[in-house]
Nanobody, 120 residues
């Protein structure tokens, strides 16, 4: 059974930081490009960032460039998202998913999500 389990979300003040993790099991993690997507309250899924199987060539949506960093540890089957300088607009449920493209939908596998709330 394929499982993607996100963790690391929480409540943080504007300007703060969080590090999300996504532990993957049930597939050969190092064979899959990965992405983070998010869903803000009342909105659809939004692609945030993608990383290829080697951990290079990360890409980001413009709104998070320079603030978020995606990375992966293939030895630990884990995907990360370091989020700095958080804004209230970053409030959303964050999901990890397989795939590389900027399409937020259509991933073969996606986790259950972790809530990130940015508020003073």
């Amino acid at each position: 059974e394929v499982q993607l389990v996100e963790s690391g979300g929480g409540l943080v003040q504007p300007g703060g930081s969080l590090r999300l993790s996504c532990e993957v099991s049930g597939l050969v993690f190092s064979n899959f490009p990965m992405k983070w997507v998010r869903q803000a309250p009342g909105k659809g899924l939004e692609w945030v960032s993608s990383i290829n199987i080697g951990g290079d060539s990360p890409v980001y949506v413009d709104s998070v460039k320079g603030r978020f960093t995606i990375s992966r540890d293939n030895a630990k089957n884990t995907l990360y998202l370091q989020m700095n300088s958080l804004k209230t607009a970053d409030t959303a449920v964050y999901y990890c998913a397989t795939g590389y493209g900027s399409n937020a939908y259509g991933s073969n596998y996606r986790g259950q999500g972790t809530q990130v709330t940015v508020s003073s």
